[in-house]
């Protein structure tokens, strides 16, 4: 008998490729022969638009890339021009942003469980994880005024101190998580079939990750001990004590543990965080880049000055380039920033972790069935607003 | 036998009240499912139509009929339509063997709680469940589409996979109660129902008639995050409500003969055995929908490695030796 390769259109419009990626698949019956990812329908040119805009005026871009981690893309952009600058950041303010870069990565992981699950058929997990980010999106809301779009960062700091009840809201987070995690581990570890759909599945060596330059997760899952927090510190990720959840084999498996030890330990850096939380300023004293208070902008004619100076011309940053990387939740956001000593970068790149996770797929999927497939694309956890930008 | 006006009046009335039930059953089993999924998962469900939801299946209806019914350009036109029919008519037919409760004398008339006792009842529900496959079949073949077709591939093999577990899980039923039909059976079980005596033919069944109700962890057919909808990706309206409908009709169809088999139909203790029936029926609803909040879905190569390789095994052996048990007896 004789047969026939098919290819497969899979999205833009799919229920499972997250977004908008369109995969080409080969199919040999249900056997995936090969994988030709088509990016670029999520392209806005962020990267062009930020060399049209002063060094402010970009944070609210990054917010739109990694839409489900926005605050960590803020968080990358402003340490970039920080070390251009070089400016010194005040404590709370760091502490404050390493309690919203972890909350942040509880809520990109949340929803990444949450659609990793319900694209295996594990429905009810996708609705217990999207009930624990809504209190995730409320101390978004309640500190930055924006579920998503948060912009809540700026050079120098924050854009404004954390307001009250924020302390108890992040407690409530810290107290109740765990027994969630507890929740959809007892409804996805201890499942026949979950492990019989994750255990062996997209498999990638420590070598062949490493060559592809995966980051996170995919990286750590396969067995490379790897974390930007405790590798190459930022925002005072060193004071803090956490342990870097390393995998064995490459499986789909080894990184749905990874990922599910990591949440723990991002409770467990939580709880440190509010520790350290001291009363303080949090914008650094720099007047010819900080933003002045609002009191100021709103009652002297000098404050209304200052604001409108730096709102409408920004500053100039010393010639040079800079590259700073994060742990983002899908791995190293790295951001190469170029002066030419105007007030707006000559040129910014963004290392996308999910693009450079993205081009391991064929790899980690090739050969598998067309439903491996769908759980790569999951494992991967991709945002196309980051791959396109 | 010897039919007279009565007796034809009498089964046209029963047909009648039973198409009745059923669709109601359906329309609300549906409601019933996201509800209680709702419940499950914490959010609400549909509670806005009517007291508590109560009319959302008519609002849904509704909704079907007036949708729009798009033929694909490409599809087989006649095929395409037939396909949904044939996927649902075999589901209705299943409930005309099944008693919904004892036989009742009215007016010296022995009147039997089920449209036709036939004498091969047993293998009546399995030739129709073998012909609720072309639904699939062709309803994904004249799509023209590749999820379709994808969709119904899977679900054709799924389905011959599992019907031959399912036969081999009655086979000691039939054993015990010595006839395929389906009051003897009922009747076989007065002292005992037969999950007492089988209650590995009875697991075979369950895992089995999840499969072909293609229910998760067997969706596969119309795996969401893989094939779109699967064999109905390219169905809308009425045509697709046929599908679906059909689908919770085989639900309570396949529950309604679990009962018989295995819980004793509508035999039970003090309430009235209509009472019974719904209340075992309704059971095996509600465990359709736990286990759809429960589980994740299978992979098409795993499901046939258990159905094949485990179930069918298994239920051979339950027939040897049951018939070795028999033998003792």
């Not at chain 2, 999950?195 to 057919?221: G, K, T």
């Amino acid at each position: 008998m004789s047969t026939e390769i098919m290819t497969l259109n899979m999205g833009p419009q799919h229920p499972s490729t997250h977004g908008v990626l369109r995969l080409v698949v080969e199919l040999d019956g249900e056997i995936v022969e090969k994988i030709t990812p088509h990016i670029g329908y999520l392209h806005r040119g962020i990267e062009k638009l930020s060399e049209h805009r002063t060094y402010h005026q970009t944070i609210p871009l990054t917010d739109r890339m990694d839409y489900l981690a926005p605050m960590h893309n803020n968080l990358g952009y402003v340490l970039a021009v920080e070390k251009l600058l070089g400016i010194e950041v005040p404590e709370r303010a760091q502490t404050v942003r390493v309690i919203m870069a972890e909350l942040t990565r509880l809520k990109s992981h949340l929803v990444w469980i949450a659609c990793h699950a319900l694209d295996i058929g594990a429905m009810t997990v996708f609705l217990y994880a999207f009930r624990e980010r809504e209190l995730v999106m409320d101390i978004y809301e309640m500190v930055s005024g924006a579920r998503m779009t948060s912009n809540f960062f700026r050079v120098g700091g924050l854009s404004k101190d954390v307001p009250e009840g924020f302390v108890p809201a992040v407690q409530n987070i810290v107290d109740t998580f765990i027994g969630h995690f507890d929740t959809y581990e007892g409804l996805l570890t201890k499942n026949t079939i979950w492990l019989q759909r994750t255990v062996g599945n997209g498999v990638i060596s420590a070598e062949d990750a490493i060559n592809y330059g995966l980051s996170g997760p995919p990286l750590r899952g396969s067995g490379v001990d790897f974390d930007l927090r405790r590798d190459e510190p930022y925002s005072g990720y060193e004071g803090y004590d956490f342990q870097v959840a390393v995998g064995e084999k490459g499986d789909t498996f080894d990184r749905y543990k990874c990922r599910l030890v990591e949440m723990r330990q991002s409770i467990s850096i939580l709880k440190q965080a509010l520790g350290k939380l001291k009363p303080g300023p949090v914008l650094a004293d720099e007047p010819q880049v900080c933003y002045p208070p609002k009191e100021d902008v709103y009652n002297s004619i000098e404050g209304l000055i200052h604001h409108f100076k730096i709102a409408s011309e920004g500053f100039p940053a010393p010639e040079g380039e800079v590259y700073v990387g994060v742990e983002n939740p899908k791995g190293e956001l790295g951001y190469y920033l170029v002066s030419d000593g105007s007030a707006k970068p000559y040129r910014m790149r963004v290392r996308p972790p999910s693009f450079v996770n993205l081009s391991a797929i064929e790899k980690m999927a090739k050969g598998s069935m067309m439903a491996d497939l769908v759980a790569v694309i999951g494992t991967l956890d991709i945002v196309l607003g980051e791959i396109d930008r | 036998m010897t039919w007279d006006a009565i007796d034809i009046g009498l089964m046209l009335a029963k047909i009648a009240v039973l198409f009745f039930i059923i669709l109601t059953l359906a329309a609300y089993l549906v409601l019933a499912e996201r509800r209680i999924l709702a419940w499950m998962q914490d959010r609400k469900g549909p509670n806005r139509v009517g007291p508590q939801g109560m009319l959302q299946p008519l609002a849904d209806l509704i909704k079907m009929l007036t949708k729009e019914d798009l033929i694909p350009a490409a599809a087989d036109r006649v095929l395409f339509a037939v396909a949904p029919a044939m996927a649902s008519i075999p589901a209705i037919l299943t409930f005309a063997i099944i008693p919904l409760a004892a036989p009742e004398t009215i007016f010296g008339h022995r009147v039997s709680m089920q449209v036709t006792d036939l004498d091969v009842g047993i293998l009546f529900f399995l030739a129709l469940s073998a012909i609720a496959v072309y639904g699939v079949a062709l309803g994904g073949w004249a799509s023209n589409s590749k999820y379709a077709l994808l969709g119904s591939i899977r679900g054709l093999s799924q389905l011959i996979s599992y019907e031959l577990s399912m036969g081999l899980s009655i086979v000691p039923v039939v054993m015990l109660a010595k006839s395929l039909r389906m009051s003897d059976i009922v009747n076989a079980q007065a002292e005992m129902p037969f999950i007492v005596y089988q209650p590995l033919a009875f697991v075979i069944f369950l895992v089995s008639i999840l499969a072909e109700c293609r229910r998760i962890p067997f969706d596969l057919p119309e795996a969401e995050g893989e094939l779109v909808a699967g064999f109905h990706t390219e169905y809308s309206g009425m045509r697709f409500g046929l599908f679906f409908v059909g689908e919770y009709i085989n639900i309570i169809g396949l529950g309604a003969l679990a009962s018989l088999f295995f819980l004793g139909g509508w035999r039970g203790p003090l309430l009235p055995p209509i009472v019974w029936f719904f209340v075992k029926v309704t059971a095996f609803s509600f465990f359709f929908i736990w286990v759809r909040g429960t589980l994740p879905r299978l992979r098409y190569d795993q499901l046939m490695h258990l159905g094949w390789k485990f179930l069918t095994p298994l239920a051979l052996v339950n027939i040897l030796v049951t018939g070795w048990w028999l033998s003792l007896r």
